[in-house]
Structures are given as C-alpha cells and as structure tokens.
C-alpha cells in the first residue's frame, strides 16, 4: 500500500529554515517524479515543487522560488524540501505525493497527515 509520512515541520520566525522530510513506501519511489503541495487554511491545496525521478529537474511555485529546494534520496525512498528565508505566507500544511502535478494519473488519492509549518513572529 502507498503511504506518504511527512515530518519536519514546526514553529519558525520570519527569516528561519526547515527541513522537511517525506518518508515513502509502497511504490517503486525512483521511477516517479514527486512533489510537494500545501495548503493554508481556507486556501486550495497548491503544487509547491516538483522533482523528477533521478532529481535533474526540479520546478518551483514562483512565489518560493529562490528560497525553497527540493531534493530527493532515492536509496532510502525519501523526499525533502529545504526551505530558507521563510515568510508568513509560507505557513500551512505540507504534504508529499507522486506525479509533477496535480492532475498526473500517477498522484496517490490518499494523501498524508501532511507536516504543519507556522512562520509567526
């Protein structure tokens, strides 16, 4: 079965980093490319970033570009998103999944808990 188990996440000050991280099973995580949405409250879920099976391509939201990575371990099935520079607008819910974009056939319809990041002075 494919679970996604997002952690990482916590209560940084404007400026401040995070890593998070997305612990995968179930699927042959190399073979797809990954990304990470999130979702504030009363907001939609957005595509954050994407990365593509060998980590060669990678794409980014404009608003985090510049300040967000997205990087992946394919030995022990991980995905991570480096975050620096943080803004209060980065505050919402992380969560991982499989595709480049939201409407790829290879996204997992049961999502993760998802990881809470708060960017709050």
């Known amino acids: 079965q494919v679970q996604f188990v997002e952690s990482g996440g916590g209560l940084v000050q404007p400026g401040g980093s995070l890593r998070l991280s997305c612990a995968t099973s179930?699927?042959?995580?190399?073979?797809?490319?990954m990304s990470w949405y999130r979702q504030a409250p009363g907001k939609e879920r957005e595509l954050v970033a994407f990365?593509?099976?060998?980590?060669?391509?990678?794409e980014y939201l404009d608003s985090v570009k510049g300040r967000f990575t997205i990087s992946r371990d394919n030995a022990n099935n991980i995905l991570y998103l480096q975050m620096n520079s943080l803004k209060s607008e980065d505050t919402a819910v992380y969560y991982c999944?499989?595709?480049?974009?939201?409407?790829?056939?290879?996204?997992?319809?049961?999502w993760g808990q998802g990881t809470q990041v708060t960017v709050s002075s």
């Open positions: 990365i593509s099976n060998h980590g060669r391509t990678t």
């Open positions: 179930g699927f042959p995580f190399s073979t797809y490319f």
């Open positions: 999944n499989r595709g480049a974009t939201p409407s790829a056939s290879s996204v997992w319809p049961n």
